[in-house]
């Protein structure tokens, strides 16, 4: 048995070049390191809106047969006043429900991840709170549901 590496995609604010051929050098890596990766896709939704281009085209492009576990979490957008145009980012937060694109990427994700060993629900604990607690709960149990 040999030692498994794997690393996690980002969720990048900016980027230098075509931000769609980030999955192709996920796809590079895991080739010449034999690694794996961890995709956590609230990391590649807000990468795409970041970045305005679409979630499903992101992850047409990722080496699926590398994908050996997924993270779910939410997150929040930015304050408008923090760029000057305005505009609001989104920021993985971990500090609210996992959003909707997330789930249906999850959904679409599990029968394309041969070899997903894993899934994780991530919050930050600072963000816990009883409410948050609840949204926690529904969101692990709408995960087992999807899983099972």
Not at 66 to 84: M, Q
Not at 114 to 139: K, Q, S, T
Request: with cysteine.
């Amino acid at each position: 048995m040999h030692d498994v590496v794997a690393f996690e995609n980002n969720a990048d604010l900016f980027s230098f070049g075509d931000p769609l051929l980030q999955p192709d050098f996920f796809a590079r890596i895991c080739a010449a390191a034999d690694a794996h990766l961890l995709l956590d896709l609230h990391n590649a939704f807000a990468f795409c809106r970041n970045h305005t281009i679409e979630l499903d085209a992101f992850l047409d492009r990722l080496p699926w047969e590398r994908v050996l576990e997924i993270h779910l979490s939410g997150g929040s957008d930015s304050d408008p006043g923090f760029l000057p145009s305005r505009r609001s980012l989104r920021m993985d937060s971990h500090d609210g429900a996992v959003p909707e694109p997330v789930w249906n990427a999850f959904a679409a994700a599990l029968p394309r991840a041969r070899n997903l060993r894993a899934v994780v629900l991530e919050w930050f604990p600072e963000a816990m709170d009883a409410r948050a607690g609840e949204v926690f709960a529904a969101d692990f149990a709408r995960a087992r549901s999807v899983l099972c």
